[in-house]
């Protein structure tokens, strides 16, 4: 099992920048591809970002491509999203994922966390 749990979500205003972590604990962090997604009031969840374990292949959607950057830190078990120039269409439930698979669909995301809110006030 991994327990998956997001933080640094919260309001902030357009243009602004805000950065969230999302701490693992149990099995083997580091052997994880590690995703993030989000999820706007109404809409379907979308994918965001994604990061191999070794922590050197990336992969982003075409709308936060530029603006966001997803790292993480195996010794720290964590993995990060900084997201500059936010938009109010970035509002939304934001959750991190973990999969077995180097490159998984959503669905073969097996770990997810509780999410955290991100506002973008105009």
């Known amino acids: 099992q991994v327990q998956l749990v997001e933080s640094g979500g919260g309001l902030v205003q357009a243009g602004g920048s805000l950065r969230l972590s999302c701490a693992a604990s149990?099995?083997?962090?580091?052997?994880?591809?590690m995703g993030w997604f989000r999820q706007a009031p109404g809409k379907e969840r979308e994918f965001v970002a994604r990061?191999?374990?070794?922590?050197?292949?990336?992969y982003y959607s075409d709308s936060v491509k530029g603006r966001f950057t997803i790292s993480r830190d195996n010794a720290k078990n964590t993995v990060y999203l900084q997201m500059n120039s936010l938009k109010p269409e970035d509002t939304a439930v934001y959750y991190c994922?973990?999969?077995?698979?180097?490159?998984?669909?959503?669905?073969?995301?097996?770990?997810w966390g509780q999410g955290t809110q991100v506002t973008v006030s105009s």
């Open positions: 994922a973990a999969s077995i698979r180097s490159i998984p669909t959503t669905t073969q995301y097996t770990y």
């Open positions: 149990g099995r083997t962090f580091s052997t994880f591809t």
């Open positions: 990061i191999n374990w070794r922590g050197d292949n990336t």
